[in-house]
């Protein structure tokens, strides 16, 4: 069983930062790909960014391409997103979501991820 909590969102002027982390419990976190998911009011969640489990290869939504960089320390069991050029579009509430596995990355459907955390809301202001 695996437990994911993140935190760091909040509220952003256009064209600012924002850091997210989610932080992973358990001793396995390594053997898992890592990614970011976002959900706006009204619509359905949709992938954000993912991240092997040694960092090898990462992929992002063509959205937010450029803009966003997926990390992780697996030494602490934490992933992060670091968010530049926010636009109002970024509003949502974030989630961190694991997949177990060390395969190649591919977009895989949602409910091929094992855990996924609570969220956190991210505003971007106009």
């Known amino acids: 069983q695996m437990t994911l909590v993140e935190s760091g969102g909040g509220l952003v002027q256009a064209g600012g930062s924002l850091t997210l982390s989610c932080v992973a419990s358990g001793r396995t976190f390594s053997s898992y790909a890592m990614g970011w998911f976002r959900q706006a009011p009204g619509k359905e969640r949709e992938f954000v960014a993912l991240?092997?489990?040694?960092?090898?290869?990462?992929l992002y939504a063509d959205s937010v391409k450029g803009r966003f960089t997926i990390s992780r320390a697996n030494a602490k069991n934490m992933v992060y997103l670091q968010m530049n050029s926010l636009e109002p579009g970024d509003t949502a509430v974030y989630y961190c979501?694991?997949?177990?596995?060390?395969?190649?990355?591919?977009?895989?459907?949602?409910?091929?991820?094992?855990?996924w955390g609570q969220g956190t809301q991210v505003t971007v202001s106009s």
């Open positions: 991240i092997s489990w040694n960092s090898d290869s990462r």
């Open positions: 979501a694991a997949r177990r596995g060390t395969i190649r990355l591919q977009r895989w459907p949602e409910k091929e991820y094992d855990y």
